[in-house]
Nanobody, 126 residues
């Protein structure tokens, strides 16, 4: 059984940084596409960044140059390094794994992911 757990969220001032972590038991990193998603109150869940099983990454335009997704396969851990945070980055952040092979263009589509964590809250104050 796959169990996904996020951590690292918190309250930070605008311009600050946070690093989110995601561990996933029951699957082998490197065999699955992984992604970070976020959902703000009253808004739909959106793809933030994803990484294919081949290590190809994609980020949504609003976070390019500020957020970096990477993983440590030996530790079965996915990360999202977030810098220059803005109030509009405030949301619940979710980690997800896809059991099907995803291409670069589909990395940010939440409906293609099968396993989800409970989320970690990120709040950026102005």
């Amino acid at each position: 059984q796959v169990h996904v757990v996020e951590s690292g969220g918190g309250l930070v001032q605008a311009g600050g940084s946070l690093r989110l972590s995601c561990t996933a038991s029951g699957l082998t990193f490197g065999d699955y596409a992984m992604g970070w998603f976020r959902q703000a109150p009253g808004k739909e869940r959106e793809g933030v960044a994803g990484i294919t099983s081949d290590g190809i990454t994609r980020s949504t335009d609003s976070v390019k140059g500020r957020f970096t997704i990477f993983q440590d396969n030996a530790k079965n851990t996915l990360y999202l390094e977030m810098n220059s945070l803005k109030p509009e980055d405030t949301a619940m952040y979710y980690c997800a794994a896809a059991i099907t092979r995803l291409s670069w263009w589909s990395l940010l589509l939440p409906n293609l992911y099968n396993y989800w964590g409970q989320g970690t809250q990120v709040t950026v104050s102005s």
